[in-house]
């Protein structure tokens, strides 16, 4: 690593960690520097509820089936009125028998955080399946405990799905460098990942958003990432910036947190793309 990007990734650890503690709730971060493999973190291994940003190892998990040959991308599925559940997306408020592709549910899942579209490719898995696929991953605290829209009574966002920065992190390193499925694999989760219409974390305060609509091929500059939100405060965010010169994984997840709002302008909210903006502009802008 050159002496310059190990000045700024030192000035970078100094200013992601003001930025998170000076939230008023609890945050925690890492960061992965895909250029120098240079980690910067705060209460990494702290478990913490990952809200819809568990969908991306959901993604990772179902891409592995169809590369075991269990399914494929271009089966059919049908939207049936077991997988629905309120809350993002639009199959809920659709008509139960609509027909699509397995990829299409998965790209539902992870561009519009459609909920009923999650628990088909859930169903397609079985939550068994995708939490032995992640303890062979070596992701032990990532967690999905239950479908969206089952009720248990808990309040406790982490009684539905949990996860680590660190983890949360590394599995996005390991799609990024095409290393937790086949290249072609993982390049396909990238396009989706790409195409995200919610930019409320981490990639928030970057101008540039837009790009990463216009086709399928990456821009010079782009994000890959997914987000999620619940009660609570919790507000999670987990990222792949690319830019001209660097390229890095980022997640961070808080809870809590004195905001007026409940919405996309919530404090929490506030410091992931602050902390998403500093680690750009230090890192790849």
């Known amino acids: 690593m050159s002496t310059d990007r190990r000045a700024r990734v030192r000035a970078l650890a100094r200013e992601l960690e ?20 240079e980690r910067l973190g705060l209460d990494e291994d702290a478990v913490m509820a990952p809200a819809s940003l568990i969908k991306v190892p959901i993604l990772v998990a179902l891409y592995a089936a169809v590369e075991r040959g269990e399914l494929r991308l271009d089966d ?24 699509m592709s397995v990829r299409d549910a998965a790209t539902l899942m992870i561009i519009i955080s459609d909920n009923s579209a999650t628990n088909m490719c859930v169903d397609l898995l079985g939550l068994d399946a995708i939490n032995s696929e992640l303890d062979g991953m070596g992701l032990r605290y990532t967690r999905v405990y239950r479908r969206w829209g089952e009720l248990t009574g808990d ?103 004195a905001s007026a709002t409940t919405g996309r302008h919530h404090e929490a909210n506030i410091t992931l793309g602050k902390l998403g903006m500093a680690a750009w502009k230090a890192l790849a802008a």
């Open 18 to 37: 003001t930025i998170a503690l000076s939230h008023s709730g609890r945050c925690t971060y890492s960061l992965i520097d895909l250029v120098s493999d």
């Open 76 to 99: 059919r599925v049908r939207y049936q009125e077991r997988h629905r559940s309120l809350g993002s997306g639009v199959l809920a408020r659709m008509s139960f028998g609509v027909d």
């Open 155 to 257: 309040p406790d966002p982490r009684s539905m799905n949990t996860t680590t920065a660190r983890e949360t992190t590394s599995l996005l390193a390991q799609i990024a460098r095409h290393a937790c499925v086949s290249r072609e694999a993982s390049e396909d989760m990238l396009r989706i990942l790409r195409r995200q219409d919610y930019r409320h974390e981490l990639s928030a305060d970057l101008p540039w958003n837009e790009l990463n609509m216009l086709g399928d091929d990456p821009k010079v500059a782009w994000v890959a990432e997914k987000g999620g939100a619940s009660l609570g405060g919790v507000r999670a965010g987990g990222s792949i910036f690319k830019g001209p010169n660097g390229y890095f994984a980022m997640s961070a997840l808080c809870e809590g947190g």
